[in-house]
T-cell receptor, first 116, second 115 residues
Framework: AQKVTQAQTEISVVEKEDVTLDCVYE???????LFWYKQPPSGELVFLIR??????QNEISGRYSWNFQKSTSSFNFTITASQVVDSAVYFC?????????????FGQGTILTVHP | DTGVSQDPRHKITKRGQNVTFRCDPI?????LYWYRQTLGQGPEFLTY????????KSRLLSDRFSAERPKGSFSTLEIQRTEQGDSAMYLC?????????????FGPGTRLTVT
């Protein structure tokens, strides 16, 4: 069965600090996708990134970067120079494989608070 | 607004009552998903449709829950004889599906409170 673990329940930083959110996953699939979503106080889950297990290159998008390491089953997310607007709950997610191709398994989420 | 929409945004009901939620997906998306999220937890999968066919239901979805997607467009989730344990945020998501896998886009959710 798929499993996603986000060991950090809450992180608190001061604006402009860098912060890394950890995600460790378990899957029996040989190929798979991984996702990060952001849930701001308004409640709506916002898609951030999709990563294919074939591609282990790190990805950068503005202040966001992702470090995917298949050998350690980790897909960590770094925010550089954090801002107050980054305060949200962040979820890592993994789709089920096989016939359950659609559903996502989410981690518990990491609550990020960025103080001014 | 071309995103996923859900109605109502909030629902307060008394235990034992029936409630129905609606989800309108992004128009070109053929997959529609329902999830439930309780406080401090990640969303948990309930069921999903491809077009009008319901392809999978979670064991979380008791007999009191039913979902439909007539004509492969909007979907409804009905909970009969609500219980206090049904209090949660009900999230709808949609995605495109072809030969690959595409990200799911979520609606704002319906927050259900059962008193």
């Amino acid at each position: 069965a798929q499993k996603v673990t986000q060991a950090q329940t809450e992180i608190s930083v001061v604006e402009k600090e860098d912060v890394t959110l950890d995600c460790v996953y378990e899957t029996r699939d040989t190929t798979y996708y991984l996702f990060w979503y952001k849930q701001p106080p308004s409640g709506e889950l916002v898609f951030l990134i999709r990563r294919n297990s074939f591609d282990e290159q790190n990805e950068i998008s503005g202040r966001y970067s992702w470090n995917f390491q298949k050998s350690t089953s980790s897909f960590n997310f770094t925010i550089t120079a954090s801002q107050v607007v980054d305060s949200a709950v962040y979820f890592c997610a993994l789709p089920a494989g096989g016939t359950s191709y659609g559903k996502l398994t989410f981690g518990q989420g990491t609550i990020l608070t960025v103080h001014p | 607004d071309t995103g996923v929409s859900q109605d109502p945004r909030h629902k307060i009901t008394k235990r034992g009552q029936n409630v129905t939620f609606r989800c309108d997906p992004i128009s070109e998306h053929n997959r529609l998903y329902w999830y439930r999220q309780t406080l401090g937890q990640g969303p948990e999968f309930l069921t999903y449709f491809q077009n009008e066919a319901q392809l999978e239901k979670s064991r979380l979805l008791s007999d009191r829950f039913s979902a439909e997607r007539p004509k492969g467009s909007f979907s409804t989730l009905e909970i009969q004889r609500t219980e206090q344990g049904d209090s949660a945020m009900y999230l709808c998501a949609s995605s495109f599906s072809d030969r690959g896998y595409y990200e799911q886009y979520f609606g704002p959710g319906t927050r259900l409170t059962v008193t």
